[in-house]
């Protein structure tokens, strides 16, 4: 397909990079990513997906705005107050961008419906609070062979890492087992600041982006941590575990799964 | 003997474990930590045995919850 001028103008400043160009903005427009949580992180992942012309983004969220959200979540607005998310991201997300198909799930994303959820995205992002909801989504993902970007983030600090099949860890690889409600501080309890889900967010964008461009290197070996009290970015080697559950050389686990601790969906504040 | 934790240089006493280095280093809930040792991952039954050695890079890795939460007081 030709891009019309109106495209050739919206993303003229894609197509004038070398890594781009007309293809890279056709793969971009073809491309479908799925977005767990439309809050801190997923809020920007999405505006930024949608600005660059994702043709398919689909959202998940079983919960509705709050005006505790709206000091991070910049995808809702005050009249949004009361709204489901996955409405609000959407008409956001189409107002800046009427070009892109916006799939919403007003759902929790448990153990029975995450493989069917995840199963038409080249690309997923993982924009939940909770550890049995990370967990789950890095679960299916590496059974699905599904790339996925994880992102925490907490007071002043963030953390990311890339997972693509058949190379480098998983989350699971590295934090092995969701820790017991309560025993590690959450942003409830802890707080957050409200630019961390911007940077970090966008960073998630960042690696779906060149996921679907075929161009650079993901962090697949590595957990980037973002420090911005001290400002500082480190990238910290990861490997592969070969005793892994999910993803080691003698899986124990060959479904997706809920943790019994709270509540295995996206909100964990009830 | 000198060793390297999140990325800075430090002097610590010969023959100190990583169940030593997760005390002086004030790590926060040391028993949900992921430690590596010069980039292989350390399994937290032999934090207390394991004695580090001249020139060894350790990492702390923290769960870090997630952007889709809410904040009530
Ligand atoms: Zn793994």
Do not use: W
Not at chain 1, 148 to 173: D, K, M, N, W
């Amino acid at each position: 397909m030709a891009f019309t001028n109106e495209q050739l103008e919206r993303y003229s400043r894609h197509i004038l990079l070398k890594e781009v160009g007309a293809k890279g903005q056709r793969r971009l427009c073809n491309g479908k990513v799925l977005i767990l949580g439309a809050g801190g992180l997923g809020a920007p992942a999405a505006l930024y997906l949608a600005a660059a012309g994702v043709g398919t983004i689909g959202i998940a969220d079983a919960d509705v705005v709050d005006l505790s959200n709206l000091q991070r979540q910049i995808i809702h607005s005050t009249p949004d107050i009361g709204h489901p998310k996955v409405q609000s991201a959407k008409e956001t997300m189409q107002s800046i961008n009427p070009e892109v198909n916006v799939v919403t799930y007003h759902t929790f994303v448990t153990a029975d419906n995450v493989m069917d959820i995840i199963a038409d995205y080249d690309f997923i992002i993982d924009g939940t609070d909770n550890f049995p909801a990370k967990f789950l989504i890095n679960d299916a993902c590496v059974l699905a062979g599904k790339a996925f970007s994880h992102a925490g983030i907490l007071r002043f600090g963030g953390q990311l890492l890339t997972y693509v099949p058949g190379e480098g860890p998983c989350y699971r690889c590295v934090f092995k087992e969701p820790p017991p409600p309560e025993a590690v501080p959450t942003c409830r309890q802890a707080g957050v600041i409200g630019a961390m889900g911007g940077v970090i967010g966008s960073l998630q964008a960042m690696e779906a982006v060149k996921f679907l461009l075929g161009k650079g290197d993901l962090l697949t070996s590595a957990l980037l941590t973002y420090d911005a009290l001290k400002m500082e970015f480190r990238k910290i080697k990861v490997p592969h575990r070969a005793s892994c559950a999910v993803c080691g050389d003698h899986p124990t686990i060959d479904k997706p799964f809920d943790y019994d601790q709270a509540v295995c969906d996206l909100d964990a504040r009830h | 003997m000198n060793i390297t934790v999140a990325g800075i240089r430090k002097q610590v006493p010969a023959d100190t474990t990583i169940a030593d280095l997760i005390v002086s280093e004030g790590v926060e809930t040391p028993e949900y930590v992921t430690v590596s040792v010069n980039d292989d991952f350390a399994e937290q039954s032999a934090f207390a045995t394991t004695a580090l050695r001249e020139g060894d890079s350790v990492e702390f890795l923290y769960f870090m919850g997630g952007g889709k939460l809410d904040i009530r007081f």
